[in-house]
């Protein structure tokens, strides 16, 4: 079974820090990978996804990802962080297996920032 | 364009007691899926529908039940409530056909059983 691993549990910065969320998929095939936030008691939503072209995807607010195949990676990046980016992010890959393309999360990176 | 949306977004059960979580979308999807979100777990998957009037297990089915009798609704029933089960649900869709296609998430409901 696929499976996602996220690095960190907890993220501190300073506002104008840069950012960097790892993550690393168990898939060796096709993979379909995003990444979603949450901010405080609210519901997911996606930051940016990636299917295949450019391994290098932009997505909302400032932040990209790389999508490095031979390290089974994904990780999210923001070069300068600001206050409102504090939320918590999760990874996913879809899964191709039996559930439909369901997704499966990391256990996701809180990002606190201080301004 | 309301998107997905969870009824209700807060509920408190007893052990033992029986509820009902309703999740509609007005985007036509086919697919739909229950997760719970715990502290450190990440989203779980608990049941999936791939289309009116079928449904299947996820990761974490036991305790749970499902039911899509119409392709907007995805409806997901705890028969007896128990502490474990205290957690903030989700729903999401998504179109089907087309693996490359992105999941849109409700607000969540948070349930607690006490």
């Known amino acids: 079974a696929q499976s996602v691993s996220q690095h960190n549990h907890h993220v501190i910065l300073s506002e104008a820090a840069s950012l960097e969320l790892g993550c690393n998929y168990s898939?060796?095939?096709?993979?379909?990978l995003f990444w979603y936030v949450q901010y405080p008691g609210q519901h997911l939503q996606l930051l940016l996804k990636?299917?295949?072209?450019?391994?290098l995807v932009k997505g909302i607010k400032g932040f990209e990802a790389e999508f490095i195949k031979s390290k089974f990676s994904f990780n999210l990046r923001k070069p300068s962080v600001q206050w409102s980016d504090t939320a918590e992010y999760f990874c996913?890959?879809?899964?191709?297996?039996?559930?439909?393309?369901?997704?499966?999360f990391g256990k996701g990176t809180k990002l606190s920032v201080k301004p | 364009n309301a998107g997905v949306t969870q009824t209700p977004k807060f509920r408190v059960l007893k052990t033992g007691q029986s509820m009902t979580l309703l999740c509609a979308q007005d985007?036509?999807?086919?697919?739909m899926y229950w997760y719970r979100q715990d502290p450190g777990m990440g989203l779980r998957l608990i049941h999936y529908?791939?289309?009116?009037?079928?449904?299947a297990k996820g990761e974490v089915p036991d305790g749970y039940n499902v039911s899509r009798l119409k392709k907007q609704n995805f409806l997901l029933g705890l028969e007896s409530a128990a502490p474990s089960q205290t957690s903030v649900y989700f729903c999401?869709?998504?179109?089907?056909?087309?693996?490359?296609?992105?999941?849109?998430f409700g607000q969540g409901t948070r349930l607690t059983v006490v």
């Open positions: 999401a869709s998504r179109t089907g056909g087309q693996m490359n296609t992105e999941a849109f």
């Open positions: 898939y060796g095939g096709t993979v379909n």
């Open positions: 990636y299917f295949s072209g450019d391994p």
């Open positions: 996913a890959v879809k899964d191709y297996g039996g559930s439909q393309g369901n997704l499966i």
């Open positions: 985007m036509n999807h086919e697919y």
């Open positions: 529908s791939v289309g009116e009037g079928t449904t």
